[in-house]
């Protein structure tokens, strides 16, 4: 069973930038699609961005699109979500998600197996 951990949150300033990383223990991490979602106060999950198990492959939720970027270090069992230019309306807390030989990348959250329990970013104006 693969077991998630998401670090690198905290309180930033809009504008500024933050590193996400997810990592992923026990399994082999090199079969699995990786996605990142997020969730504001008062408001339903919403997928960020995704990367196929061959990290050749990315999609992006149009609000992040040219700020954000993922990509995933395989030796490492780890995926990473890049967040710049950061904004108020980013606040949420992020999750980390895995689809085992997800054709990926997905966007839709009942595509995958296992979730983390979240990091908060919360964004100041």
């Known amino acids: 069973q693969i077991q998630l951990v998401e670090s690198g949150g905290g309180l930033v300033q809009a504008g500024g930038s933050l590193r996400l990383s997810c990592v992923a223990s026990?399994?082999?991490?090199?079969?699995?699609?990786m996605g990142w979602f997020r969730q504001a106060p008062g408001k339903e999950r919403e997928f960020v961005s995704a990367?196929?198990?061959?990290?050749?492959?990315?999609k992006y939720a149009d609000s992040v699109k040219g700020r954000f970027f993922v990509t995933r270090d395989d030796a490492k069992n780890t995926v990473y979500l890049q967040m710049n230019n950061l904004k108020p309306e980013d606040t949420g807390v992020y999750y980390c998600?895995?689809?085992?030989w997800g054709v990926g990348p997905r966007t839709e959250a009942v595509a995958y197996d296992s979730w983390g329990k979240g990091t908060q970013v919360p964004v100041s104006s």
């Open positions: 026990r399994v082999t991490f090199s079969r699995y699609a």
């Open positions: 990367i196929d198990f061959t990290g050749d492959n990315t």
């Open positions: 998600a895995s689809e085992y």
